[in-house]
């Protein structure tokens, strides 16, 4: 079955530093969702990329998709101790409306 | 408010205690999932219905049974948990098209003694 691998597992960072999580699929994706699940929350919808090598920003936040649609990254630069808790990476494929989720990253930010 | 209301938020029961988990959504979703999420593993999908049809069972014990009576609402039915059953139980609702997004509940944090 699909698989969709996500490194890193952790990631500790001084705030003002910049964070990359990288997510990674067996298969060919038709979209990729992103997800930010705050410490004790639930996950929250960030994005959706669906096309071949598209990128999408939001404030310091960048979405990456793959050329090939089997890889994406999400980047945030200047790390802020609001942007503390896991990211979750979503794949689909198939025409599925199920997603397959990442382990995710859990982004901990020092001050 | 999420739009996915979960109840209770949190349980405690016993390993011989029979508890329903209730997850209702306020979305107009035809969609409706049940997540397992514990401390060392990902998110772990157990049960998706659509349009109340179960469409996916990824292979659960039967001590978990799910019961979507219509469109907005989804319950889990527990008995005779084990402790390792103990986690954060996450309902989420979708459109089944494949371009849409999940949106969650609170989730329940369940302890099983």
């Known amino acids: 079955g699909q698989q969709v691998m996500q490194i890193p597992q952790y990631q500790h960072v001084q705030e003002g530093e910049d964070f990359t999580t990288y997510c990674n699929s067996s298969t060919t994706l038709s979209n990729i969702q992103w997800y930010k699940q705050r410490p004790g929350g639930h996950p929250v919808f960030l994005i959706q990329l669906v096309k071949s090598g598209e990128v999408k920003k939001q404030k310091r936040l960048t979405f990456q998709f793959g050329e090939a649609k089997k890889n994406s990254s999400l980047h945030i630069t200047a790390t802020q101790t609001t942007d503390v808790g896991t990211y979750f990476c979503a794949g689909r494929s198939g025409g599925s409306y199920i997603p397959t989720f990442g382990r995710g990253t859990s982004l901990i930010v020092h001050p | 408010e999420t739009g996915v209301t979960q109840t209770p938020r949190h349980l405690v029961m016993g390993m011989t205690n029979k508890k329903s988990l209730k997850c209702e959504q306020h979305l107009g979703h035809n969609a409706m999932y049940w997540y397992k999420q514990s401390a060392k593993k990902p998110l772990e999908l157990m049960f998706v219905?659509?349009?109340?049809?179960?469409?996916e069972n990824n292979s659960v014990p039967s001590r978990f049974s799910p019961e979507c009576p219509n469109s907005s609402h989804l319950f889990l039915h527990l008995h005779t948990l084990q402790p390792e059953d103990s986690a954060l139980y996450l309902c989420?609702?979708?459109?089944?098209?494949?371009?849409?997004?999940?949106?969650f509940g609170n989730g329940t944090r369940l302890t099983v003694t």
């Open positions: 989420a609702s979708s459109q089944d098209r494949a371009l849409s997004a999940l949106h």
């Open positions: 219905y659509s349009l109340e049809e179960r469409v």
